[in-house]
């Protein structure tokens, strides 16, 4: 999903949207050098990460969220467990 919504929120130019995608799979080493629209991408990705990092409701969430190993699951690592009524 969160990629998804860092589609969402991207400009339609191609080097936009790579570059909203780049931080979550490289590091900000290797973003150095690259064009204006890929680093104005990488500008926005920051931008919305700070934001939901920050909104009270995430926090929140995170708060009462619990990573659970499933042995059952091999493929499934880590699954969120919400503890919050709803």
């Not at 570059?19 to 690259?34: A, F, I, R, T």
């Not at 990488?42 to 926090?59: G, L, N, Q, S």
């Not at 880590?78 to 009524?85: E, G, H, P, Q, S």
């Amino acid at each position: 999903m969160n990629w998804l919504a860092h589609l969402y929120l991207s400009e339609p130019e191609v080097e936009f949207r790579v570059g909203n995608l780049l931080p979550d799979w490289v590091g900000p080493w290797e973003m150095v050098g690259l064009a204006e629209g890929f680093q104005r991408g990488i500008a926005r990705h920051r931008r919305i990460d700070a934001f939901t990092d920050a909104h009270p409701v995430v926090r929140r969430e995170v708060g009462t969220a619990l990573l659970l190993v499933d042995p059952d699951d091999p493929s499934v690592v880590l699954r969120n467990v919400w503890m919050a009524a709803s």
